[in-house]
């Protein structure tokens, strides 16, 4: 699919301004220029600099990924210096120099200029390039109208993004901007156009979920991975009974039996009978509880207790009706454990 890579350490690689291009999330702009040889723009494949291929006991995780993917999270995170250092030190850069291109071309509003990049990064998907094609044009076109050249508008949606021949209800939407603008209101998606069309940055996130992984890691993936371990782990614990902000990633986790609630806490004896029914409410806070001498109570659960909050007695045609609709579904993270005097016959 085309991810490739420099061999040049990253000292030595074209260089964009920082911000924008190393974490997407940071919202910045760009303003420093790219220089670089036609030479550079050629897509090489990423090299290891001698490291071992593989990192970790069972020998599935490729070091190249790897460092990637910690270098991405770097920048997002803000550390911008740990993250060149790292492509420093590991000779294993986060983008080639035609990505890095691409990315500052899209940002500078260079739009033919970054739509020819787009082919010379090796994607042998053509339709992705034609989709990623149409999301620059798109975006030149927005552009054009928000300031007001509605003619050079038109000219792009014309000659540019027609000819592609994708999304045809997508450019019949655009051609609707530039022949009734007035019908169109500030909602919608006419709302989220004017909108795009201030931030590229919203562009090159749109075109970074659209390329393949290999040539734009996608944001925030090292946080996907850790948070899909941490809920494998927690689905897998045969016990669980914890909240998930008590997981740590320093261990596996894992609770044991003495986090089960296992203790009584109260007896409610308020019934005169043996009680058949009992139903929590979907919050937890109240407990109703049917009984064979015809009377319902809803229990109201407070910090220390169960307090009856509504005491009612019913016909017995009511009290069966009740029993019926009623089924016994007790969550397992109930903070209160509820024993009866009289015996629970189901």
Same mark, same amino acid.
């Given at each position: 699919?085309g991810?490739v ?5 990253a000292t ?8 924008e291009l190393?974490?997407l999330s ?7 220029p790219?220089?670089?040889s ?19 006991s069972?020998? /599935? ?5 790897f460092?990637?993917i910690?270098?991405k999270?770097?920048?997002? $995170?803000?550390?911008k210096?740990?993250?060149?250092? $790292? ?16 990315m500052?071309?899209? $940002? ?14 090796g ?6 390039v034609k ?19 509605v003619?050079?508008a ?7 993004i027609?000819p592609?021949c994708?999304n ?6 655009l051609?609707?901007? @530039?022949v009734?603008?007035?019908?169109f209101?500030? @909602?919608?998606? %006419?709302?989220?156009?004017i ?15 659209l ?18 371990a941490?809920l ?6 045969p016990?669980?009974?914890s909240? =998930? ?15 089960? #609630? ?8 308020? %019934?005169n ?8 409410? %979907? ?6 509880s ?5 009377? /319902?109570?809803?229990?109201e659960?407070?910090s220390h ?12 045609h009511?009290?069966? %009706?009740?029993q ?6 007790i #969550?397992i =993270? ?6 009866l ?6």
């Amino acid at each position: 699919m085309g991810g490739v890579e420099d061999e040049e350490p990253a000292t030595k690689r074209v260089k964009l301004s920082t911000e924008e291009l190393r974490g997407l999330s940071n919202g910045s702009s760009l303003i420093e220029p790219v220089s670089g040889s036609s030479s550079d723009l050629m897509a090489r494949p990423l090299s290891s600099e001698g490291d071992e291929e593989v990192v970790g006991s069972k020998g /599935v995780i490729k070091r190249v990924e790897f460092v990637r993917i910690i270098a991405k999270a770097l920048y997002s $995170l803000g550390y911008k210096k740990s993250g060149e250092r $790292l492509e420093e030190e590991s000779g294993i850069p986060l983008h080639s120099s035609v990505v890095n291109l691409f990315m500052q071309q899209v $940002l500078d509003g260079s739009w033919d200029e970054s739509v020819a990049t787009l082919k010379k990064i090796g994607l042998l998907d053509e339709s992705i390039v034609k989709s990623a094609s149409f999301l620059i044009l798109e975006q030149k076109f927005l552009e054009l109208l928000n300031a007001e050249k509605v003619m050079d508008a038109l000219n792009t949606l014309r000659t540019e993004i027609t000819p592609l021949c994708i999304n045809v209800t997508r450019v019949r939407e655009l051609s609707s901007r @530039v022949v009734a603008p007035s019908q169109f209101v500030l @909602v919608g998606s %006419h709302s989220q156009d004017i909108l795009r069309a201030k931030s590229r940055s919203k562009l090159l996130e749109e075109l970074q979920k659209l390329l393949p992984p290999t040539v734009m890691i996608p944001e925030r993936r090292l946080e996907h991975l850790v948070e899909q371990a941490l809920l494998l782990q927690r689905d897998a614990c045969p016990f669980h009974n914890s909240l =998930d902000k008590e997981m740590s990633l320093y261990t596996d986790h894992q609770c044991g039996r003495d986090q089960i #609630p296992s203790q009584t806490l109260q007896i409610l004896r308020d %019934h005169n009978d043996e009680v058949w029914f009992l139903q929590f409410s %979907h919050n937890g806070k109240y407990l109703a509880s049917s009984s064979n001498d015809r009377s /319902v109570i809803i229990w109201e659960g407070t910090s220390h207790n169960w307090i009856i909050s509504m005491p009612h007695n019913m016909g017995e045609h009511q009290t069966q %009706h009740f029993q019926t609709k009623c089924s016994l579904e007790i #969550p397992i =993270d109930s903070c209160v454990l509820v024993e009866l005097d009289k015996p629970l016959n189901l």
